[in-house]
């Protein structure tokens, strides 16, 4: 993808949870299937992606979490490598912007899909994250209410532009129950993100945010 695509699916995507009843076409799996494996490579994971599978949303808590029709989901898994939950928040954002980018909708999970069923896709060697709905929403889903930049930056004196582009790109990522519960600090030219606050599954956000700075920026972000 390239820069003005990636930030075009930066604005687009919000998470959607009820989607259409329509199979997701080869070429665009062909498309998928190809990122996964590059982001596998890159990061160490052993994501995947599961087709044709209502069973892994068909539960109470799906139902309660007002889940409907998921037929696809992106299974965030792997050997617990270092800084696990942030590597798979920024690769899993990653598949999440590609899959927007190639006309998809998705949503993350944390508690509401069937834990039973996913967790048998997940050799005794590795550790399930979370898991992502995928396919053709009912709607386009909508923004939520947010922090601004200055409740999730702690910085000194001026800002470059550059820096203020990617925590405003940062503020459309996705947080568990929209906590946004980051700040970024500036150390001359070296920004860097860290959890602020108590709250769930903070390191996936943080790898979640750190990724849309990213690609906003094209500067890592210190963790």
Partial sequence: MTFNEMMEAIEARHSVRAYKDIPIEQGIRNQLNAFVDECNKESGLNITIQYDDPEGFDSRMARYGSFRNVGNYIVLKGKKIEDFEF??????????LYAQHLGLNTCWAALTFNKKKVKTLVPADETLCMVISLGYGETQ???HRGKSLYDVIDVKGGMPEWF???VDAALLAPTAVNQQKFVFTLDGEE????VKGFGSYTNVDLGIVAYHFDVATGKKVKY
């Fill in 87 to 96: 590597v798979c928040g920024y690769y899993g954002e990653k598949i999440v």
């Fill in 141 to 143: 889903g909508h923004p």
């Fill in 164 to 166: 203020v582009v990617g």
């Fill in 191 to 194: 920004p860097a993100i860290r």
